[in-house]
């Protein structure tokens, strides 16, 4: 006898298959429609995330006002990444959207191991060709394709040396398990060094270290970058009260503005990036193979300033980089 989780995979495999006779005029049925089932994973409860899989939402819900969403959250926990993937996988919807890149390399591994045809679209990840998910950004291949939240660092070092140009020492901190903050990392020292500046990097190993990660800069970073990291932006907090302390600029290419501390967000606007997902789903859903659909980037970066954060570190920032699309 089959198991409940197996019957309810046949029925929807079942279900898709008669939508695509449906959809082909193979059959038809007068006033009846088949509404389609979308799983929503994130790595963890972040502003930004939410902000991307509203954007996500609307998109599809602006085509497809029948759709249906069902969230998983991954809450941070590593263990948790497959697990849910793979339960993503059984429960088998007709798309799901994943944003977090350690979460998106669990699903596409979950989905290639079960030899599922499940469609994946990421949202806002950093290096999709790096990590393997893509062959490049115009030809994805496979089952899955997305948006990228990528800055190239050597543009955040530009334009945090026009608003300071007194830097020397650049601290950052990053954690070497995650794709995107390790890239990000990596580029950013090459820029430092090609700038004749100073890199001062501290890595972490979990989100409970961030603190004192951020600590540790105190005095010996003149100011601090942080990358596209999920694990550093869940502790922005602790690191923006860390740099006020130490009177030292914060800089982010992801994560709350308002944050206290954050004196300014070079990053993108990411209902966008969700927005320009959703349709990239939608398209999906319609019967646009997901590797032939290319990768899209933000189409500019937005520099944001904090201006209580600026007051209290005492700054003289000119006002030509608040909310500039580069």
Known sequence: ??????????????????????????????????????ALYKIVD????????????????????????????AQGQANLFPTIARQIVRDAPDLVAVIGTPVVLATVQQVQHAGSDLPVIFIAMGDPVGAGIAESLDAPGGTATG???????????????????????IGTIWDPANQNGKVFHDELAGAVESAGLDLVDVSIGSPGEVFMASQSLSGRADVIVIGPDSAIIQGLPAVGSAALKSKTPLIITAGDLETPGVLMSLGVKYSELGSLAGDMAVAVLDGTAPGTIPIIGPKGVTVSINGETKTALGLEITDDFSGVNQ
């Open 147 to 169: 948006t990228t939240d990528w800055v190239p660092p050597e543009a955040t070092l530009a334009t945090l040396r026009a608003a300071l140009p007194e830097l020397e020492k």
């Open 46 to 73: 972040l502003s930004l995330i939410t902000e991307a899989l509203d954007g996500f939402k609307a998109a599809v819900l602006a085509a497809k006002p029948d759709a249906t969403f069902k969230e998983y959250d």
């Open 1 to 38: 006898m089959l198991s409940k989780n197996t019957r309810k995979f046949c029925f929807r495999r079942l279900r898709g298959a008669v939508a695509g006779l449906v959809a082909g005029g193979a059959l038809a049925f007068p006033g009846t429609a088949m509404a389609q089932e979308i």
